[in-house]
T-cell receptor
Framework: DVKVTQSSRYLVKRTGEKVFLECVQDMDHENMFWYRQDPGLGLRLIYFSYDVKMKEKGDIPEGYSVSREKKERFSLILESASTNQTSMYLC????????????FGAGSRLTVL | AQSVTQPDIHITVSEGASLELRCNYSYGATPYLFWYVQSPGQGLQLLLKYFSGDTLVQGIKGFEAEFKRSQSSFNLRKPSVHWSDAAEYFCAVGENFGNEKLTFGTGTRLTIIP
């Protein structure tokens, strides 16, 4: 069964800490995405990547960065976490011929105190 | 830029009743449209998609959706809901083939009452 795995389901961090959210897919997908999910706001795209070492800003990139050193791994980085970054973070991937069909991970719920 | 509106934040239906969840989109070209479902504590699962052709598309779990270009809508339907259908449902639109980026609506939470 194909999978997108987010290593941390729940995290609690303090304001100002550096936070890494890891995502790994085993489908040899070219495209990977980080979304943020908040009640009443749906899913908003933070960053995405079409290939190794490539990244593009989504709709809400401020306060975030990403890293894609290997095809299967896409990391979301919060350089200095703030309370307004408390949220559910969803990673997704798709193949180049996948016609926009995203496969999602289970999510990482981050609380920043 | 494309956008998606799901006007219903929360819908409650009785088990066995029919269901329709509304979705309206804004996009200049032919849209690629999707419905995803999220069960509590889970990621999103694809229910169905529309790219072209027949405007009535069938999905998993007995769901279907109809693309109506004149109304810019892609409403999700099910003739008889089951308690296991309680979840949050998201409509999404894709920019264009190969771009792969999706814009999601704000979601509709579905509650099923016995």
């Amino acid at each position: 069964d194909v999978k997108v795995t987010q290593s941390s389901r729940y995290l609690v961090k303090r304001t100002g800490e550096k936070v890494f959210l890891e995502c790994v897919q085993d489908m040899d997908h070219e495209n990977m995405f980080w979304y943020r999910q908040d009640p009443g706001l749906g899913l908003r795209l933070i960053y995405f990547s079409y290939d190794v070492k490539m990244k593009e800003k989504g709709d809400i990139p401020e306060g975030y960065s990403v890293s894609r050193e290997k095809k299967e791994r896409f990391s979301l980085i919060l350089e200095s976490a703030s309370t307004n970054q408390t949220s559910m973070y969803l990673c997704a991937s798709s193949g180049r011929s996948g016609a926009n069909v995203l496969t999602f991970g289970a999510g990482s719920r981050l609380t920043v105190l | 830029a494309q956008s998606v509106t799901q006007p219903d934040i929360h819908i409650t239906v009785s088990e066995g009743a029919s269901l329709e969840l509304r979705c309206n989109y804004s996009y200049g070209a032919t849209p690629y449209l999707f419905w995803y479902v999220q069960s509590p504590g889970q990621g999103l699962q694809l229910l169905l998609k529309y790219f072209s052709g027949d405007t009535l598309v069938q999905g998993i779990k007995g769901f279907e959706a109809e693309f109506k270009r004149s109304q810019s809508s892609f409403n999700l339907r099910k003739p008889s809901v089951h308690w296991s259908d309680a979840a949050e449902y998201f409509c999404a639109v894709g920019e264009n083939f190969g771009n792969e980026k999706l814009t999601f609506g704000t979601g509709t939470r579905l509650t099923i009452i016995p």
